[in-house]
């Protein structure tokens, strides 16, 4: 699943990383180009180091304390964090962590996706209703999703001959993937997407 993930994270429109938890330091193992893009930093300045470097004064301890628990325990999480660019702007960032199953190797693999929502949010971060979404809850929705892209549209992909035909499935893959990120971007009301259907897309 994690060499299905990097085949298909540069083509997702957000940032994507990939961390190894139970590995010293907890590096990153693999960011795409939307997340060099946003940050201002480069492959070689992120790659093999843990992301704390993209955290800082304002940077609040109750959330990193939150998400180390959480990966302590194999569980997903989602909080909001003030996080800051290479040239040092600050930006409030809606950070996924969700566990990926690795035959054989448990789950210290984690998927992190992430949204800058300064824009929108300025930089309040009351993270009480986010820390109240489930491991399963977030799990059902995300890893759901995710098996569409992996399985379903893999095999879109493949059979894909014409330029045509391989628009239309990245097409269908940006489309499933905007899915995950509208479950992350409005997860603290999750009463609210008790009828999310990740496969929504997939129908048109």
Do not use: W
Not at 55 to 79: H, L, P, V, W, Y
Not at 92 to 105: D, T
Not at 124 to 141: A, C, Q, Y
């Amino acid at each position: 699943m994690l060499e299905k993930l990097i085949k298909f994270a540069e083509y997702f429109p957000y940032c994507v990383t990939i961390v190894d938890v139970k590995q010293t330091g907890r590096p990153c193992l693999y960011a795409n180009k939307k997340f060099f893009e946003n940050t201002g930093y480069h492959p070689q300045e992120a790659i093999g180091r843990n992301l704390a470097f993209l955290q800082g004064e304002a940077t609040q301890e109750e959330s990193r304390n939150f998400m180390r628990k959480a990966f302590r325990d194999g569980a997903a999480c989602i909080q909001d964090l003030i996080n800051y660019k290479k040239d040092g702007t600050p930006f409030l960032n809606r950070l996924l962590m969700v566990p990926l199953e690795q035959a054989n190797r448990g789950t210290h693999i984690y998927i992190g996706i992430q949204n800058d929502v300064t824009e929108s949010r300025g930089f309040e971060h009351d993270n009480t209703l986010l820390s109240k979404v489930t491991d399963g809850e977030i799990k059902h929705h995300i890893n759901n999703a995710l098996t569409i892209i992996f399985f379903t549209l893999e095999s879109n992909l493949r059979k894909a001959k014409s330029p045509e035909e391989i628009q239309h499935s990245i097409l269908l893959l940006t489309q499933t993937f905007s899915r995950i990120n509208e479950f992350i971007l409005n997860a603290e009301n999750i009463s609210e997407l008790d009828n999310f259907d990740p496969s929504s897309p997939m129908k048109n």
